[in-house]
């Protein structure tokens, strides 16, 4: 059984109807089909435009497709959301935080929003998973660019979902905090969590990833082992 499945998804944007906007409206995902093994960190790689994010978005509940169906943990997103989204703990590219929230606080709120109280205990163990027990009472907007990061990462599990989506978890981080991502990703891994994230750094999905899907304008143009798609290179 996959942990997510995709099956002809189309995503055609609303057209925007500024100058020079294409009447029919962008058509970001042609018919996109792929299914991600359960256990796997599986990495979706493509230049910028050419549908991740959308594609993302559409998993993690925030974009309506226009057509295909997705279901994760074999969950139908739209027929059995609640159960679907119980299934997934999305990392959103863009970070944010209300600036006076601890850490401790945003892993309450984001339990809370779930209908869950976790214990203390658990919400101190993620705040330890992702090295933030230092600052589980500092506000938001005393912690680095890094530990807002990790701090997503918790945000993400807070409800221990089956399976994690990171949207370019690196994008224009630094060296250092790229590594740490990369090694809170493989633990979270090993301890059983089906990873999925996107890059545009073909290196950082040869390193990280099981199997590596590329998608391009729209349309998967490869989806293999990674060490199949290293050797055709
Ligand atoms: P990626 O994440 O791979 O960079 P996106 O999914 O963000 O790609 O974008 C795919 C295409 O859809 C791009 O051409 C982008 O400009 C367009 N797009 C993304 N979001 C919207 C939106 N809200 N409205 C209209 N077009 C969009
Ligand atoms: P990415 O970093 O994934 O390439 P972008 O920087 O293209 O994403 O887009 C950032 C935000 O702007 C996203 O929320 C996306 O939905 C929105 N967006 C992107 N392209 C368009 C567009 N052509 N029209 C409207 N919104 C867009």
Redesign the pocket.
């Known amino acids: 059984n996959a942990a997510i499945s995709i099956r002809n998804v189309v995503k055609r944007?609303a057209p925007?109807g500024g100058p020079g906007s294409d009447k029919e409206g962008?058509l970001?995902l042609k018919g996109v089909s792929f299914d991600v093994p359960q256990g796997q960190i599986f990495g979706l790689l493509?230049p910028?435009?050419?549908?991740?994010?959308?594609?993302i978005n559409i998993m993690a509940g925030m974009v309506m497709k226009t057509s295909g169906e997705v279901s994760i943990w074999g969950f139908d997103i739209d027929r059995q959301r609640r159960n679907a989204s119980r299934a997934i703990g999305i990392v959103p590219q863009e970070i944010v935080f209300d600036p006076f929230f601890t850490p401790y606080e945003v892993l309450e709120n984001q339990a809370g929003l779930y209908g869950i109280a976790p214990p203390a205990r658990l919400t101190d163990q993620l705040l330890a998973d992702v090295h933030l027990t230092d600052k589980a009472r500092a506000y938001a907007r005393t912690l680095s660019g890094g530990m807002k990061r990790r701090l997503l990462v918790a945000k993400a599990m807070v409800h221990q979902p089956p399976v994690l989506v990171l949207d370019e978890p690196t994008a224009g981080v630094d060296v250092e905090l790229r590594r740490q991502l990369w090694e809170l990703v493989k633990r979270l891994n090993d301890e059983g969590v089906t990873v999925v994230l996107?890059t545009h750094y073909l290196e950082e999905a040869e390193q990280l990833c099981d199997r590596i899907a590329i998608i391009n304008h729209?349309a998967l143009i490869a989806n293999k082992p990674t060490r199949e798609l290293v050797d055709m290179a």
Do not use: M, P
Not at 48 to 55: I, M, V, Y
């Open positions: 944007y925007s962008k970001a493509g910028n435009g050419a549908g991740k994010s959308t594609l996107t729209g």
